[in-house]
């Protein structure tokens, strides 16, 4: 299931003509836990899970456990349990052994998307909108879909004011549960601007003119239509004493608010698992 993505729903029973609509809740003590440890000790490399539960109103200890199961960038995996050593794949029918072409195919694509991702960090590097520093070190992070969907971004607002959903994934980002520290530039709620390939706003200091961004003004998002998004941050380092040093709270601050932003996006749409 890691090859392509997929759910699996614990506590639904079938009914007479073997369709799954039959509420049928299991004890939930424990089994969380053993469901991460089979998927560890069963498989080589393990891959991602996430694990929900949902507890019946009745009864606390009963409810369901939703089970999903993002598509792997680093697919195969092989099922080592039982000293099986082989890949296996989904099929109409349940698990098949994959064959010879079905496992090269997926290591090209293991292959493919670490390439894709390294092309496209060296994209964003040089067209960053500020020019190398000898007084500045740089933040560039990237969030990416490993399936590609370009329609992402337009399902993601259901239809509402794509600004809106902007101004409400910014001001989550921004809330304390995030993380609760003080830092400039930050996330603010400021304008969108439609663009080619999607939406950008100046969280910082916007440009007037043809006048020099200041880099320590400078902090801007990008988030085209396929879900992929850009941040950059000219004040990451500064030059005090002679030598470049790191601001550790805005390189983490700004990093936890991006991928907070960037999940509540992807679980509007669904999706979990993000490059």
Known sequence: MANDGGVIIYGIGEDADKRPVVLNPIELAGVPERISAIVRSSIAEPPTINITTIRTKKDQSKGYLVVSVPASPRAPHMVIVGKDYRYYGRSATGNTPLTEGEVSRLYERRKRWEHDFDELLDQVINHAPLQPSNEHGFLHLIAKPLIYDDGL???????????????????????????????????????????????????????????????????????????????????AAERMEGGLFIIEVIVAGLTARFLSMMGILYIAFGLSEIE
């Open 153 to 235: 971004l337009d399902r993601a607002s259901q239809d509402s004011d794509i600004r809106i959903l902007f101004r409400e994934l910014v001001r989550n980002a921004r809330s304390k549960d995030v993380l609760d520290v003080q830092f400039s530039p930050d996330f603010q709620e400021h304008s969108w601007r439609r663009k080619t390939d999607g939406w950008g706003s100046y969280m910082g200091w916007a440009p007037e003119g043809n006048s020099q961004r200041d880099p320590e003004d400078v902090l801007d998002v990008d988030i085209n239509f396929d879900g992929t998004a850009y941040l950059f941050c000219g004040r």
